[in-house]
């Protein structure tokens, strides 16, 4: 079977978004707060419809990968997605951290204030940062950049030990195929779709 070049069908491909924490303050160094957005991000795919390939929340910020049939949901956009899974998360964010030294108020003028005048901020201004994925390498690349980020940044010492990643799932898929030992459960509530799925 001849290799694909690109991703069948879906023209705009697969979304890379990153997003980073107001001032890299290390928020989702607290279990509650990356609960909470994996919560947020789970009940955004059951409410739109996208599918989580792969993810990571590091303590200062987040991977997500994304994929959508564009015939199917012509009207969502990576901003829409983007908007309702910070948005969401980070009021829960603010009530649960009051009164922690983590919560630090905006410092106007010398802090851009938040668009929606909040007097916290949880994410840096801006939807994040993000590109389409349009090849088969390049996709097999992005997840394996993703789960590599606790190792590197020296969280776990294997992609699947790390609470808040799809790469236990991964794992778990790999383990009912080829009998892998799996000692680390799944502890997010995020639904993955395989990768796999967009390259059939």
């Not at 303050?25 to 909470?36: G, K, Q």
């Not at 789970?42 to 959508?68: K, Q």
């Not at 994925?133 to 690349?141: A, D, F």
Request: aromatic letters at 12%.
């Amino acid at each position: 079977m001849q290799d694909r070049t690109h991703l069948p069908k879906y023209n705009v491909g697969v979304h890379f978004l990153t997003a980073s924490t107001f001032q890299r303050i290390p928020f989702f160094r607290d279990s509650r707060c990356a609960l909470i957005f994996c919560e947020e991000l789970e009940a955004a795919h059951a409410r739109y419809g996208f599918h989580v390939l792969a993810f990571v929340v590091m303590p200062d910020h987040i991977h997500l990968l994304l994929w959508w049939d564009t015939d199917a949901l012509p009207d969502l956009t990576i901003s829409k997605v983007a908007w309702a899974v910070k948005g969401l998360a980070a009021r829960r964010m603010v009530q649960y951290l009051e009164g922690s030294v983590l919560l630090q108020p905006v410092r106007e003028p010398r802090d851009q204030p938040h668009y929606r005048n909040w007097r916290y901020k949880i994410w840096q201004q801006g939807a994040g940062y993000d590109f389409n994925v349009h090849t088969r390498h390049k996709l097999m690349e992005k997840v394996a950049y993703i789960h590599a980020n606790p190792v590197r940044a020296g969280l776990a010492s294997q992609p699947e030990e790390y609470a808040w990643s799809s790469a236990i799932n991964y794992r778990v898929a790999e383990g009912l195929v080829f009998g892998y030992p799996i000692t680390h459960p799944i502890t997010h509530p995020v639904q993955i779709t395989p990768y796999t799925e967009v390259l059939q």
